[in-house]
């Protein structure tokens, strides 16, 4: 039962991984490419080797992302690097078969070619990102100083493409001061697209559950919610009466279970649920300095 379940989740995995490909493919050949507006990241590089020497996209990509994939397996594991191969070459097949497809940009307005491109770059990059893959290209090196720093890999995305959309105003002979701002544009809105989807999955919440019925609900949400919790003791202010206060740490998307546990054994319990900023430890995420 347990190999079967690790096979549908590491299938979904792959699926989702699929899907957030064929969005930043879309975002890239369907917006930025046709409308010539340089983004960031490898496949802005390949997108200037394709605007000046005419070079197909997808295989640009995949070549300069063979070095940077054996250093991704190196220093983030085996399972990164099987994942990223898989995106890579999706993604690089998605690039030559797309482009073709968008000889002219779906909106005629350069300004919505940028914003539109850039948000469904950014959210095809974060899906993902949360599945465990990378689109390759500066996204491996963003998530190796990632790994062992406290720092968004939107920033770091960010940050790595100011030089790639620069140089496109002194390579590309049909780049202008407007379509580079355009290009600055369309990776700020990638970067809080990709922070967006990626603080939207591991955002995390605080309860805390006053109950007379504290033992029963401790063990509905430790054996059916299937999350850890712990017992503190406090006192009421107006009765004096001891009571048990649960304290649970759980994942947004998992609040709903935790209040369809507390409501089958006590639905009269008092509960309070504040967003946390940050959870490091087991089960969450690691401290990194």
């Known amino acids: 039962m347990q190999k079967k379940t690790a096979i549908l989740k590491e299938l979904r995995s792959y699926f989702m991984l699929t899907l957030g490909l064929v969005i930043g493919t879309l975002g890239w050949t369907a917006f930025l490419i046709p409308a010539k507006i340089v983004g960031g990241g490898l496949t802005g590089i390949a997108t200037i080797m394709y605007l000046t020497m005419g070079f197909d996209i997808g295989l640009t990509s995949l070549v300069i992302n063979a070095f940077l994939i054996l250093l991704a ?16 070459l ?13 000889e002219q940009p779906v909106v005629s307005e350069l300004m919505m070619n940028a914003i539109i491109g850039g948000m469904l770059a950014g959210l095809g990059a974060g899906i993902v990102f949360v599945n465990g893959g990378s689109t390759g290209g500066v996204d491996i ?23 790639i959309i620069t140089s496109s105003f002194f390579l590309v002979q049909t780049s202008s001061i407007e379509t580079v ?24 919440v605080q309860f805390f559950i006053i109950s007379k019925k504290p033992e029963e609900l ?16 406090g006192k009421g202010g107006y009765s004096g009466e ?3 206060v649960l304290m649970v740490i759980a994942r947004k998307s998992e609040t709903q279970e ?16 504040g967003t946390v900023m940050g959870v490091y430890g087991q089960g969450f995420d690691k401290i990194k300095i």
Do not use: W
Not at 181 to 204: C, H, P, R
């Open 73 to 88: 397996m190196r220093v983030l594991g085996a399972s990164f690097g099987i994942k990223t191969i898989y995106c890579v």
């Open 242 to 244: 001891d009571r048990q």
């Open 258 to 273: 935790i209040f369809k546990v507390v409501k089958q054994i006590d639905p009269d319990a008092f509960i309070t649920v």
């Open 141 to 163: 090196i963003a998530m190796i100083i990632n790994k062992y720093k406290n720092i968004s890999l939107g920033r770091l995305l960010l940050g790595m493409d100011v030089l």
């Open 181 to 204: 701002v355009y290009g600055f544009m369309t990776m700020a809105i990638l970067a809080y697209t990709v922070d967006l989807v990626i603080s939207g999955n591991k955002q995390t």
């Open 218 to 233: 401790r063990k509905s949400v430790i054996f059916e919610a299937e999350r850890g919790l712990t017992i503190l003791h």
């Open 90 to 102: 999706v993604m690089s097949g998605l690039l030559t078969l797309f482009r073709p497809l968008f």
